[in-house]
Structure formats: structure tokens, C-alpha cells
């Protein structure tokens, strides 16, 4: 049976009729969380080993930056905004370097440990003019970005997490938010090349997946990169020689409207050389897509498999599950020392982690 190429969700902290039936649909390939989805990590473990009794081959995603984009707060460690270790890199780069890679390792180590396969990290746009990348992204230098990037990667994989660089090929020089606007970068492909994507050009080697930006490069092609044959097929596979998964951005943003309805967009974007379309947020909308990939040639996606996380036994709490990692304990000490010194432990509730899909 083919692997399914639709990356959808559930709306609340348990499984419902409907939810169970989704995830049973072979078009159903992944699931992505969201804070709504969280009440505690024992709550969200339970969750994910249903959906996996369910369906064993599902890719089970989250978006956890740091900052502002964390699904998963009460009962975990905090992490910062990325771009607070670019401050720590100019005052001190040995440092930033190194808590750079604790970062990367407590964030997974914690993911892994609630039955998440992967979160969508790490940003490698750089932070530009852009709306809804600012301090997600680790620097305004590129040069920099790459250097933070690569250790905090290094402590994704130490801790057995697959990495996903996003937006590409670069969304922080585009200043309107895409998930509520359509974005326009008017620059030319060297200008676009020689700054926001060599942040993607010079971490290849260490990403396992990428996800286009819905942001129109109007010099290069007149639709969305996530859209189109230019940047995916010809500049991400054949230029770039990258063999890595490839996942569409959330098809229900304001920027991917120009595709059509949701099912003319996973079509569009699977057409386009996407492996797995996202639709977010919209149940309809996913049925729509389920529908739409039923229509589309199967095509090879052992790629897939590189992106499952080393997910560690349940041992009854998050803290107890953790110390399986063997640097858990001392990236979270290093992390909160640097960071969060002067702050509580327990993380506060912050609204705006429900706002951003990836």
C-alpha cells in the first residue's frame, strides 16, 4: 500500500469517531499537533500511541521552535526564541555555539518523549523585514544562522530527531506574513540565492527534509515555491542534488490561495515535487484533499522513513521518560541557566503559540 501524502489533525486532546476514521484512511500519511492538542505530556503520549495503534506508519509532527511557536509549554522546559541565541552569538560566540546545540537536544529529547516523531525546526531564514519570521530566525547574518543552525541540528540528531530547514529558499527578506497575506519577493535569483538561501545551501548535508516558503519569487516563477517545478524540482533536486523529504507548508494559508481550492492546491503542490501536503486546521478542507490524492499517481516515498524519531518507552512522567537521553538533564540545566535564570521553571501560557502554523 502506498504511504499516504496527506499531513492533517485532530481537534482536541482525545480521539474522536471522526478522528479515528482520518486516521485510517490510507491517504493519511502524518498528523501535526497543536497547543489545543495539549494538556500534559502523559495526555499528549497517550494521544500519539493511539494514533499510532491506528495507523503505524503516520508521521506525527509539531511545530516547536522556541519563543513565540511552542505547542508544548505546561510541564515543559521553555525554550527561547532562536533569534536570543543570535544576541548570545554577538556578545559570545563560544557559548551561543554550544547552548546553541543544548537547545536542539532538549527540544527533541522532550518531543521524542510525548510520541512525536519531529518538530518542523529549525528556521533558516534569517531575520530580515519579514512580518511572521523576526526573532524565529537565529540571525540577520547569514553566515551566522548557518553556524547556530548546524549545533543546534547536531543536538536534534544526538537526540535521534530528523531535521526540517524552513522556508525555502528564504522567507525573512519578504515582509508580509503569508499565513494571512499574499507574499511578493521582486528580487533576482542571484540576489535571492546569494543571501537568504545559502543558509540552506550550506546546511544541507544536515537536513533530512525541507519546506518551500508559500511566497512567490515573481523573478523566478509566478507561483508559490511551494508550488512550483522551478524551486522544488529543477533547484532543490537537480541543482541542490537534495533527496530529502520535501513538505508543503499549511495549503490553508492566505498566500497558497492562488492554487485554487484545498484539493487543487495538494495537487498543485504534490505536482509540483512536494512528498507530503499539509492541510491544517480546516477538516473539510482535508477530506477535500483526501479525495484529491486518491486521484494522484502513486509515487516511491521511502523517504519517509528517515523522518521517524527514536521514540523512547513511556516511564510514566516526562521527566522519568527523558532521562533515557543521556544529555537531557544538562542541556535543560544549560538552557534554563542561560535563558530563563531569573524566571520560574513552569512556563507561563502564551497565546500567540496558537497563531503560527509553521
Excluded at 537568504?196 to 533530512?208: E, G, H, S
Aim: proline share 4%; aromatic share 6%.
Amino acid at each position: 500500500m502506498a504511504t499516504g501524502i496527506i499531513m492533517a489533525d485532530v481537534a482536541g486532546t482525545v480521539l474522536d469517531d471522526g478522528d479515528k476514521a482520518l486516521l485510517a484512511n490510507q491517504q493519511i500519511g502524518g498528523m501535526i499537533l497543536f497547543a489545543r492538542n495539549v494538556e500534559s505530556a502523559a495526555q499528549v503520549r497517550t494521544l500519539t500511541d493511539q494514533m499510532r495503534a491506528i495507523n503505524n506508519n503516520v508521521l506525527i509532527a509539531v511545530d516547536q521552535e522556541g519563543g513565540r511557536v511552542a505547542r508544548f509549554r505546561e510541564g515543559f522546559s521553555p525554550l527561547p526564541a532562536m533569534g536570543r541565541l543570535g544576541k548570545l552569538y554577538d556578545a559570545d560566540p563560544a557559548h551561543a555555539l554550544s547552548v546553541a546545540y543544548d537547545c536542539g537536544y532538549l527540544m527533541a529529547a522532550e518531543v521524542l518523549a510525548v510520541g512525536v516523531d519531529f518538530s518542523f525546526a529549525p528556521v533558516l531564514d534569517i531575520d530580515g523585514c519579514s512580518q511572521v519570521i523576526q526573532d524565529r530566525a537565529f540571525h540577520q547574518n547569514p553566515d551566522i544562522v548557518v553556524a547556530l543552525s548546524s549545533r543546534f541540528m547536531d543536538g536534534m540528531k544526538a537526540a535521534g530527531m530528523a531535521t526540517t530547514g524552513k522556508h525555502f529558499p528564504g522567507h525573512g527578506s519578504v515582509a508580509p506574513d503569508s499565513h494571512i497575506a499574499d507574499a511578493i519577493d521582486e528580487r533576482s535569483f542571484d540576489e535571492i540565492i546569494s543571501m537568504d538561501t545559502q543558509t540552506f545551501i550550506k546546511t544541507l548535508d544536515k537536513l533530512d527534509a525541507l519546506m518551500p516558503a508559500h511566497v512567490i519569487f515573481r523573478q523566478v516563477d509566478d507561483k508559490p515555491a511551494g508550488f512550483s517545478q522551478i524551486w522544488i524540482e529543477q533547484i532543490i533536486r537537480k541543482q541542490l542534488a537534495f533527496d530529502g523529504v520535501i513538505f508543503s507548508d499549511d495549503l490553508c494559508m492566505k498566500a497558497a490561495h492562488i492554487a485554487g481550492d484545498v484539493d487543487a492546491r495538494v495537487i498543485a503542490a504534490i505536482n509540483a515535487g512536494c512528498d507530503m501536503a499539509l492541510v491544517c486546521n480546516n477538516r473539510a478542507g482535508t477530506l477535500l484533499a483526501i479525495e484529491a490524492a486518491k486521484n494522484l499517481a502513486d509515487k516511491p516515498h521511502n523517504r519517509f522513513a528517515r523522518m521517524k524519531g527514536n521514540i523512547p518507552p513511556w516511564q510514566g512522567s516526562l521527566e522519568a521518560t527523558c532521562q533515557q537521553f543521556e544529555h537531557w538533564q544538562a542541556a535543560r540545566q544549560r538552557v534554563q541557566e542561560t535563558f530563563f535564570a531569573d524566571k520560574p521553571t513552569k512556563p507561563s501560557h502564551d497565546p500567540t503559540s496558537y497563531q503560527i502554523s509553521n
